[in-house]
């Protein structure tokens, strides 16, 4: 599938990092490093602007290795970039550990994931249909 893409930034597009990868990884478009103090939050520019067919979005998802390693992540986790969204992607980091967090020009900082969705119409009805787990929900099936 093609996508429109326009790379205002000076890092190269977003790529796959290997042949079965699901998500590419998105790269922070700074003047100057941001220092993420413990806790805060923060809106990360990366300087590229989408434009997505009918049907899908783009969900924008942590890198495992920041957060493990360094207790960044991205704070409304999966961000959605809408199909019809025509501004520049930007992505909403939190610093969840105790110390100070730097992010670089360049840096690795999220990944992108590009999914189908379809939008669904209401039907209201009275009851639901029936089903073998009913209104279990929260560790109802046990912890085998």
Known sequence: MD???INKGHHPLPQYATDMSAGMDIRANLDQPIVLKPMQRCLVPTGLFIS???GYEAQIRPR???AL????????????IDADYRGEI???LINLSQEDFVIEDGERVAQMII?????IRWRPVEV???TERGAGGFGHSGVK
């Open 52 to 54: 997505l067919p009918d």
């Open 115 to 119: 999914t189908r969705y379809e939008q």
């Open 64 to 66: 495992s290795g920041l």
């Open 3 to 5: 996508v429109q893409i």
């Open 90 to 92: 930007g992505i909403i």
């Open 128 to 130: 639901l249909d029936e």
């Open 69 to 80: 390693k360094k207790g960044v992540t991205v704070l409304n986790t999966p961000g959605t």
